[in-house]
């Protein structure tokens, strides 16, 4: 990987993680807590808050968090996102 490269992909999760962040803030200010999500940058550069759905009314956050690992992991394997990341509250 050359250094742009690396450069690149700091930078792309970087917008990711500034993107990602005040959402979780203002869960915490409001409610004290949140259910875990997640975000994911397109193709296009272009970035999606992202939730998981286990058709359940309170599943774990464990749970949430393994169907959008599996969902982010094929999606990076086609090439369909850049980046992605899962937001958990771990107090």
Not at 31 to 39: I, K, R
């Amino acid at each position: 990987m050359t250094a742009r490269s690396e450069a690149t992909a700091k930078s792309e999760a970087e917008a990711l993680m500034n993107e990602l962040l005040p959402f979780a803030e203002r869960m915490l200010a409001q409610f004290g807590e949140f259910h875990p999500f997640g975000g994911k940058m397109l193709s296009d550069g272009s970035i999606v808050h992202v939730g998981a759905d286990a058709g359940e009314e309170h599943p774990p956050g464990s749970r949430l968090v393994e169907l959008m690992k599996t969902v982010f992991a094929k999606e990076g394997a086609a090439g369909a996102i850049r980046c992605a990341a899962i937001v958990v509250n771990v107090r």
